[in-house]
């Protein structure tokens, strides 16, 4: 095989998921904005260039690897997409590589541009990426494999982005990246329910491969109720945030979200399945990960 068919490209990619990446991006420029009227420059726009390449490497490297780590053999060849559709494994992890380098040679880029803070942050990130599945003990193995993804998505992301917004005028403080972590908690959160909820679906198919999830310990059921609670949460920060002046007044319209999804959310509590009830959870999840930011931008042009 020496080339991807687009459908092949799309599930091994995972591009469409994507485009969530740039709505974390955009509530770092938000928050920027809101906070100190900060406008955009060149490196804010390379930044996207790298999370959308590097967002392609992770992706199928995770594929990659979990082919390669699997024991389940029904799982190799029915469930992943490397060996369903009989994919060369060398031409998967070249072009894997080939991702790798271009982001790595935009994030030089980037830091020589900038200065070593981004640096420091990106070499935590690309860690924390490319070590999720790579190892004897990957990270998707580990019980803390929810926590590490949604910080490393949900905050590290946001925070990069507010920096390359305001470095140029501002000297960055602990205080500053502590309320930035307060404000796009709503997203790690989400994050972390997310994989939570993939998790709890694949809890089977992970024993068999070896993959000791937070889902191992604590249980489908308290796996589930943990995913609720946190869901709850949520939607309490998000008025607090306003309360405490973290926040524009828009944000408090993802309030009219919350009887819908709740609703929604009961099949899940019912019954989990990775074709039926996780897509519910995705969309209720993700449904607050793009119109938060949205919000938050549209607030913080009439702050």
């Keep these: 095989m020496k080339q991807l068919t687009f459908k092949q490209f799309w599930e091994l990619s995972e591009i469409y998921t994507a485009p969530l990446n740039l709505f974390i991006i955009l ?4 928050i920027a904005k809101f906070q100190l009227n900060s406008s955009l420059n060149p490196e804010f726009f390379l930044f996207i260039l790298i999370i959308v390449m590097f967002h392609i490497t992770v992706n199928v490297f995770n594929h990659y690897m979990d082919y390669r780590n699997a024991s389940d053999e029904n799982y190799k060849q029915h469930t992943n997409i490397i060996g369903r559709d009989h994919l060369d494994l ?6 894997y590589l080939f991702n790798l380098i271009i982001s790595f040679i935009l994030g030089l880029i980037l830091v020589w541009r900038t200065n070593w803070v981004i640096g420091v942050l990106g070499v935590i990130g690309f860690y924390i990426g490319l070590f999720y599945s790579y190892g004897r003990r990957p990270l998707n193995s580990l019980p803390i494999a ?15 982005s507010y920096y390359l917004a305001v470095y140029q005028t501002q000297v960055i403080t602990f205080a500053m990246i502590g309320k930035v972590f307060l404000i796009s908690l709503p997203l790690v959160l ?24 937070l889902v191992y310990y604590l249980g489908k059921p308290a796996a589930v109720k943990l995913l609720l609670t946190i869901y709850v949460f949520s939607f309490i920060w998000l008025a607090i945030l306003v309360i405490t002046d973290l926040a524009p007044w828009t944000v408090l319209f993802l309030l009219f979200l919350f009887p819908k999804n709740w609703q929604s959310l009961k099949k899940y509590r019912t019954l989990q399945d990775k074709k039926t009830t996780f897509p519910i959870v ?14 938050y931008f549209i607030g913080s042009l009439f702050a």
């Design 146 to 160: 929810e926590a590490l993804t949604g910080t490393a998505s949900g905050f590290f992301i946001t925070v990069v």
């Design 90 to 95: 060398r031409f998967v992890r070249n072009f």
């Design 190 to 213: 989400m994050m972390f329910n997310n994989l939570l909820a993939n998790n709890t679906c694949d809890l089977e198919e992970d024993i068999e491969n070896h993959r000791k999830t």
């Design 27 to 30: 509530l770092g420029y938000a």
């Design 282 to 295: 995705l969309k209720a999840m993700s449904a607050i990960m793009v119109i938060y930011p949205v919000l």
